[in-house]
């Protein structure tokens, strides 16, 4: 088996793919199961945000895996492949660790993916997807994650995608504090951005969640009301600004409904920032007036504003991560001799068994015990060294030297010049 690392994200696929790829909280258990039990991988790991949709696995046939993934989205191969990069061994081990570490991130240093990566190994470990080679991949992940941001600037100055849609909301909106701002969603995503405009003092926060209970938590820490999606028809007239992120795999948001409510706001500007994948807001939207809709694809320009500061840190980010990289390969490579240890060291002890076992029957025999050692330790010195004897008296010239260095290698021997 071998590691490998498939997936797509937002510098190889544009947003209409990436919703095609994701996989939504609901679905990512039997998704594993699926994909364990189709044969196409022994472990695996499925990572799925709004920027990227990846699979981590221990796999003998990575093509199975690329087939299963277009199957399990109901698309062609082809249609995927343009998109998809395929990593192996050290490139799917760096490529973990400069996702973990913010390197591979639209805002460059973001910390909102290591917690994500996290819960997706949670996922896989309540699957029971996660098997060692894996387990001990991702732990090595988020310790490697752990130095780059404690021994580096990574994080420094740092503007995420919520402060963009704080900017974005601004260029519109002079004062966001006479503004009512809707909140669609109650996940990590939603809470980040309601904290970021809360702080702003709107005049009005809403957030609808499909449980009542879970919207109802968030609004006790930031303020505002609480609503079910149902009620979403009547109330997106009375909102200015709409951030919207659930998991959703239809669009909250459709046409109809935006077309309603800007005719019940007699057209005033309606701003709404679409943070979801599969998107929550149908593409349609962005065509009517008076509508300023982003996605996350369009934050992305905002976000590079404060990357130049934090290049430098990616220099010594990187070093961190080659170093560990070539650690955690060393790490792999001495797994593979672990089943000839074991094996070499079962044919000793049946080896030792069968010595001792003679040596005591002589003992019980009332054999001198003295006589009975030297005979026990003669027998297990020809049993130990008859293999590799013979191995070199058979060997053909042509490999007698690289053998006889090899010898002298496992048997630390010094032979007089």
């Known amino acids: 088996m071998q590691l490998f690392a498939f997936g797509i994200n937002h510098q190889t696929a544009p947003l209409a793919v990436r919703e095609q790829i994701a996989f939504d909280v609901e679905t990512m258990e039997p998704a594993l199961h699926n994909l364990v039990e189709q044969n196409a991988a022994k472990e695996a790991t499925i990572l799925s945000t709004c920027n990227r949709t990846e699979v981590y696995c221990s796999t003998q046939a990575p093509e199975k895996i690329i087939k299963w993934l277009a199957n399990y989205h109901q698309m062609e191969e082809r249609e995927i492949e343009p998109y998809l990069y395929t990593l192996s061994r050290e490139q799917a081990v760096k490529h973990a660790f400069r996702v973990a570490s913010g390197l591979d991130s639209m805002v ?125 028809p009547e109330q997106l007239a009375h909102h200015d600004i709409i951030v919207t992120c659930t998991a959703s795999p239809l669009p909250i948001l459709g046409k109809g409904m935006v077309e309603r409510a800007l005719k019940q706001r007699k057209h005033r500007p309606l701003f709404i920032v679409d943070l979801a994948v599969p998107r929550d807001v149908e593409a349609e939207v962005a065509e009517l007036d008076d509508v300023f809709l982003y996605t996350v694809d369009d934050l992305a320009e905002v976000v590079r504003d404060g990357q130049e500061a934090r290049k430098g840190a990616v220099v010594e980010a990187e070093v961190i991560i080659d170093s560990s990289v070539a650690n955690f ?87 007089p010049e």
């Open 329 to 415: 390969i060393h790490w792999m490579d001495s797994r593979e001799v672990v089943p000839t240890i074991r094996a070499l060291r079962d044919n000793a002890e049946r080896h030792r068994r069968h010595e001792m076992e003679k040596a005591l029957r002589l003992l019980a025999k009332g054999e001198d015990a003295a006589k009975v050692m030297e005979v026990l330790s003669n027998s297990l010195t020809n049993k130990f060294l008859h293999a590799p004897t013979h191995t070199l008296n058979q060997v053909q010239a042509n490999e007698r030297e690289a053998f006889l260095d090899m010898m002298h290698r496992i048997y630390h021997l010094h032979t």
């Open 108 to 232: 460059l240093g973001e910390p909102q993916i290591l917690g994500q990566m996290k819960q997706a190994v949670r996922y896989a470990e309540q699957a029971g997807t996660l098997g060692f080679l894996l387990h001990k991949l991702f732990q090595r992940t988020f310790s490697v994650a752990k130095d780059v941001r404690t021994q580096t600037e990574i994080g420094s100055n740092l503007i995420s995608m919520a402060a963009a849609a704080v900017k974005l909301a601004e260029r519109i909106y002079p004062s966001i504090s006479e503004q009512s701002v809707l909140f669609i969603g109650a996940g990590e995503m939603i809470e980040l951005n309601a904290v970021h405009f809360a702080a702003r003092s709107p005049r009005q926060i809403t957030v609808a969640n499909r449980t009542l209970e879970r919207a109802q938590v968030l609004t006790r820490r930031i303020g505002g009301q609480a609503i079910t999606l149902n009620e979403l």
